[in-house]
């Protein structure tokens, strides 16, 4: 099922929470909503499911228009941070309630509840479990009991709310797989909400940062990363560096050095971001050089901190952790890779 | 140095010695001994203080009857009443966000910090000669004040705090993750309360039926002002009791009594039972009464 948000705004008490939002969903896509917190994603989540109501705007599914439907109406599956399993029923009990309270006329036989029911704890694996009741499970199996009560009604759209936000980094990471595995088996449109870049660069198909109720850019997540549309994104998604620099005839200045990088458009100050990985050590004297303030050793790359132009500004720079520069007081460096915004 | 750390005996900083602890346990159990256990045994002891035939004599005399029937009926009325109202409160103050809602949990709260008298007098005020809407309704051959009515109407303002209050703060603490996932797998309104919400809050609510119940049978001075005791029409137990002791019928008093104290006592042990059993459950709600 595709999803259409067109033109969406919310206001909480006249706070606005989004501001004139647009996302296109395809069908059977996995999409991250991806920002800091205040950002609007959980809200823009919570509007698709019929959780709230926009102030203006409507979402459409496929070419219905949901935006009057109740969260009943719309069919989804939702997936809560915090798991809300019903603490009172077993795991199977848990995983039946959708099917369970429909109306008599399309509601499964007892048997045939049960037997969808324990399908879905097999495809989340947690067979074995089905009288167990959710305080007798851990974090990641809540989590996955979760799921699969969201999948047994056969939601025409998966939403999942910082689905791992509570777990340890070791069972989110494995979560994250099987989450994966999981949509392409079932193939449901899917869209879920994450503040972890990680997480979205790698599960996702497509992302979408957000940030201040805005949605800032919608792409893959490597178009995101690689060609980041605004200050924002290229700060949140991966690491970067920055330097406030003065384009003159394509040429880069910081205060009166040259950067040794050219090819820039415009005139006047700008705002140079360059990721720390991307760069390349230079002898020349056209070229970033700074005093060595700190240096750590991050598993294999060695993170240098740089003083440029006195101790005005501060760089980061990623060496390999064994590169002999990481013992030199003075490193002279030129971005690979970069990007300019207008200064401000 | 480290010697004499060694022989010094590791205690915690909080524990205190042996003979502090004896002494305070001491004066707690005197304290409540003198002022809780012995007055409950002088019930009993004076209630069977002639036998138990005369006690169960007592209890069947027509006034002692008549008050028991009616405490039921009071009970029976305004418990079940306080229920759905203290539902429907704690579910709007916890599950939403509204305009004067510290305002209405304050309201509620007005019952425990009034005194009972004054809860009596209002209605008197309402609903008396003097006022406008008691001769109105008599004139309907409504009767409120010295009637049954009058006296459900003032145990149902003195409990009315009791599920609302035990019920508010668990609610706010569950939150509204349960119902919303309720609501997204397609269960109704209804549905969600009955499935979800209404188990959640089970314990803690039996825990303020209890409580609300025991005040309800148990309340004097509210009462006593809008009864006009009227001897076996509209006397309820604890007026009852009064009475039976003001005409000098010791045992039928404390006979009576004594069915008050018994349930206190039980309504004791089965909240004992049910912090015991449900202590973590019950935990998010303040304890204050």
Not at chain 2, 112 to 141: A, D, E, N, R, T
Not at chain 2, 251 to 275: D, G, H, M, N, R
Request: hydrophobic residues 45%; aromatic residues 10%.
């Amino acid at each position: 099922m595709e999803v259409r948000v067109q033109n969406v705004r919310k206001e909480f008490d006249r706070f606005p929470a989004l501001h004139d939002v647009s996302l296109d969903i395809a069908s059977g896509e996995l999409i991250a909503l991806l920002g800091p917190s205040g950002s609007g994603k959980t809200t823009l989540l919570r509007l698709i499911a019929g959780l709230e109501r926009p102030t203006a705007g409507k979402i459409f599914f496929g070419a219905e228009d949901a935006s009057e439907k109740s969260v009943q109406e719309r069919n989804i599956g939702f997936v809560f941070q915090h798991y809300a399993l019903f603490r009172h029923m077993t795991i199977l009990e848990n995983v039946s309630f959708g099917l369970e309270v429909r109306p008599r006329a399309t509601r499964p036989a007892k048997a045939e509840i049960r037997r969808r029911a324990r399908e879905l704890l097999d495809l989340v694996q947690l067979s074995g479990l089905e009288k167990r009741y959710p305080s007798q499970l851990s974090g990641g199996q809540r989590q996955r009991v979760a799921l699969a009560r969201a999948l047994a009604i056969e939601p025409r759209v998966l939403l999942l709310d910082e689905p791992f936000g509570a777990l340890d980094a070791q069972v989110r990471r494995e979560l994250r797989k099987w989450l994966r595995e999981i949509h392409d088996r079932t193939g449901h449109t899917t869209v879920f909400v994450t503040h972890d870049q990680e997480e979205a660069l790698e599960l996702a198909d497509r992302l979408c940062v957000m940030s201040q109720g805005k949605i800032e850019q919608v792409g893959t997540p490597d178009s995101v990363y690689d060609h980041p549309q605004s200050p924002f994104v290229f700060g949140f998604i991966g690491e970067s560096s920055t330097l406030p620099v003065t384009v003159e005839r394509g040429d880069l200045w910081l205060g009166d050095r040259p950067l040794g990088v050219s090819g820039a458009e415009g005139n006047g100050p700008a705002q140079l971001y360059f990721r720390p990985h991307d760069i390349e050590l230079v002898e020349a004297d056209a070229a970033l050089s700074g005093v060595v303030a700190s240096s750590r050793r991050v598993g294999g790359t060695r993170r240098v901190e740089l003083e440029l132009g006195g101790s005005a500004h501060r760089v980061e720079i990623d060496l390999p952790f064994d590169h002999p520069a990481g013992e030199r007081s003075q490193i002279s460096f030129r971005p690979k890779r970069w990007k300019l915004f207008p200064a401000g | 140095m480290e010697a004499s750390l060694q022989h010094r005996r590791v205690t915690s900083p909080t524990n205190e010695p042996a003979s502090v602890r004896w002494a305070l346990i001491l004066v707690g159990l005197v304290y409540m001994a003198l002022f809780i256990v012995l007055p409950v045994i002088a019930v009993f002891s004076e209630a069977f203080a002639q036998g138990w035939g005369t006690f169960f004599q007592s209890l069947q005399s027509p006034d002692a009857q008549s008050a028991i029937r009616l405490t039921l009926l009071v009970a029976a009325i305004a418990v079940p009443l306080n229920v759905v109202f203290g539902v429907c409160a704690s579910w709007a103050i916890a599950k939403f966000e509204f305009k004067g809602k510290a305002f209405l949990i304050t309201l509620i709260d007005l019952p425990f910090s009034v005194s009972p008298v004054i809860s009596g007098l209002v209605y008197v005020l309402l609903f008396g000669s003097g006022s406008v809407l008691g001769p109105w309704l008599k004139s309907y051959g409504i009767e409120i004040l010295f009637a049954v009515p009058g006296i459900v109407l003032a145990t149902i303002f003195v409990t009315f705090p009791f599920v609302a209050r035990e019920l508010i703060p668990l609610m706010q603490d569950q939150g509204s993750g349960d119902e919303e996932a309720a609501l997204s797998l397609g269960a109704s309104g209804w549905q969600t309360f009955w499935k979800v919400t209404l188990p959640n809050i089970k314990w803690g609510l039996l825990y303020g039926v209890l409580l609300c119940n025991a005040r309800a049978m148990g309340e004097f001075g509210a009462v006593a002002v809008v009864s006009g005791k009227i001897r076996g029409e509209t006397t309820t137990m604890p007026l009852q009791v009064e009475m039976f002791y003001n005409e000098y019928q010791g045992t039928a008093a404390f006979a009576l009594a004594s069915l008050l104290a018994l349930l206190a006592l039980v309504t004791l042990v089965l909240k004992t039972a049910l912090e015991w059993r449900f202590g973590d459950e019950l935990a998010a709600t303040g304890r204050g009464h």
